[in-house]
Structure formats: C-alpha cells, structure tokens
C-alpha cells in the first residue's frame, strides 16, 4: 500500500509513517492529534480516497492519502460501509505502527462522511458503533474534516 504526500510525492506506509514520526519529533512539546478519514466519488467506477492527517494543534498539519479504485457502487450504504472499513483498516496499521515505536500514546481519530443532515443522517449509530467497537475515537459532520474536507479533495 503506498500513499502520497502532496509535498513529498509517493512513498510506502511505513515510509509515511517514518515522516509523521520525523514531524512529531520536530516540536515534541506540542500536543498532536492523528485523524484518518475516507470519501469516495462514484463515476464510471468508484474511487475511494483514505487520507492520514497529522495535526499539530495550532501549528498546521500534514497529509498523506491512498487512493483505491473499485467497481461502481450505487448503493450510498454500501460505500460509507466502505469508506469507514478503509479507514479502519489504515487505523488499525497506523495504530499497530505507533505502538511498536513507543508512540502508543497517540490517539488516532476517525473521522467518518456521514452527518445529521441529509441522506447519511439513518447511518450514524451504526458506522459510528463501528468506529468505537473497534477502539477508536469516532467523528461525524462537521467536525469529520478528515473525511469531508482533506480525502474529498481527492476524490475529484
């Protein structure tokens, strides 16, 4: 799996995460926070974006993001079925990762496309029960800038 750093172009996970640890080591003293986030757009195929945010608090951030392209899917439950099992499964390894280099203190933040407004709204429990039955601290719209603002840019 490799992921892009709109700065440092194309590089493999564990290269990523070598990089946030390099930032995080960079102003040690300030407090962090790691997001990850999916969208997905539907064309002629879907292409889904999961996006790694690392977010020193008031001193801006950095992104990387992977992107994965599927078969058309119609179904709007299905794909943020999807975007949240992307995003859990990139969690998962960059939690994994954090652990094994004593970083384990870090907690990673899902942030999910779905919100109290619109179509998604009948979603919420369910994808969020996901999120936090996996261990993992859930956001919905709008504080899921993750999901709705840094992968959908991508997903264009």
């Known amino acids: 799996m490799y992921f892009i750093s709109p700065s440092k172009g194309r590089m493999g996970f564990e290269d990523m995460m ?17 997001i990850i986030g999916s969208d997905s757009q539907v064309k002629s195929e879907t292409s889904f974006i999961t996006a790694v945010i690392v977010h020193r ?3 801006g951030a950095r992104y990387y993001y ?4 599927q ?11 999807y975007e949240t ?3 859990l499964e990139v969690g998962g390894m960059v939690h994994k990762f954090f652990a094994d280099e004593g970083f384990d203190h870090l907690n ?10 619109g179509e998604t709204k009948d979603l919420i ?21 993750g999901a709705s603002s840094v992968a959908d840019k991508h997903t264009k």
Do not use: C, N, W
């Open 18 to 34: 070598h990089d946030i640890i390099i930032y995080i080591k960079g102003i040690p003293t300030s407090s962090y926070k790691i």
């Open 57 to 59: 608090l008031g001193k």
């Open 66 to 69: 992977h992107k994965k392209t």
């Open 71 to 81: 078969r058309k899917i119609k179904s709007l439950r299905q794909k943020i079925f």
């Open 85 to 87: 099992a992307l995003s």
């Open 108 to 117: 990673v933040e899902i942030h999910i496309d779905v919100g109290t407004q």
């Open 125 to 145: 429990r369910e994808v969020v029960g996901m999120v936090t039955g996996s261990g993992f601290s859930a956001r919905i719209k709008p504080e899921a800038y």
